[in-house]
């Protein structure tokens, strides 16, 4: 039986939206010091629209499906729909993950809502009260 599904395959090997937006609106880095992996994610935000997002991940093949998928999921977004993307999201669209490479799609999460706190903070505008105590989890 294969560890992975045909779709963290694909995101692994085939990564969507991978690099750096200079200028970004928002950025967003979170890291688990257990398992070392580390993810940056940015954003570009026109309106209330992520208009564009790339990531950076240093970390196993489930943390980088995991980053390529969750940019999928909320590229041409709004703000608040990007504000409920949720790791479990993130495992269902991706087909399943291990139970051991969950933590990943959490990763994913707590990243993209680091960049939106950012993008927040520098925009002067009224962070949502679902950011205002966001705190990455801990293994």
């Known amino acids: 039986m294969a560890l992975y599904t045909e779709k963290v395959m694909d995101h692994f090997e085939n990564p969507r939206n991978v690099g750096v937006i200079e200028n970004a609106d928002g950025i967003g880095e979170i890291g688990n010091p ?3 992996d580390i993810m940056k994610m940015y954003i570009k935000v026109e309106g209330d629209v992520i208009t564009d997002i790339k990531f950076k991940t240093f970390g ?24 409920e993307l949720t790791n479990k ?3 269902e669209a991706l087909d399943g993950l291990p139970a051991r490479k969950v933590h990943c799609s959490v990763l994913a999460e707590e990243a993209i809502k680091a ?8 925009s002067g505008r009224e962070m949502p009260e679902k950011l205002k105590n966001f705190k990455p989890h801990e293994e």
Do not use: Q, R, W
Request: proline share 0%.
């Open 34 to 36: 257990i398992c070392g």
């Open 115 to 122: 960049a939106l706190i950012d993008y927040y903070n520098k």
């Open 89 to 91: 999201a993130v495992v």
């Open 60 to 83: 196993c093949g489930s943390a980088i499906a995991s980053s390529s998928m969750a940019t999928e999921l909320i590229k041409g977004s709004t703000l608040d729909e990007a504000l």
